[in-house]
């Protein structure tokens, strides 16, 4: 993968919001990606897809790609870079 904040190979790091409901997952996610160029955002509230893409719109963050997994919504999210217009 390459990312434009982290080049080639980088990691995300992950949230971990299972168990969570909302909006517990996406101000998660929110608090770490002020730290991180990259997360990865794993929840089981049904209600984290359609909150995570209103994020994304409302953010500038980026989804880069978003699957379920046995039962667990699992997405990687970029941070909006400051040169990038919303």
């Keep these: 993968m390459k990312s434009e904040l982290g080049g080639e190979g980088v990691s995300p790091q992950r949230v971990d919001a299972r168990g969570k409901a909302c909006p517990l997952p996406i101000v998660e996610l929110s608090r770490a990606l002020r730290s991180f160029a990259l997360c990865e955002l794993w929840s089981t509230d049904p209600a984290t ?4 893409i209103a994020f994304c719109d ?8 978003a699957r379920d997994e046995d039962g667990v919504f699992k ?5 909006k870079r400051p040169d990038r217009p919303e």
């Design 49 to 52: 897809r359609r909150d995570l």
């Design 58 to 65: 409302a953010t500038g963050h980026r989804l880069l790609d």
């Design 75 to 79: 997405a990687r999210v970029e941070r």
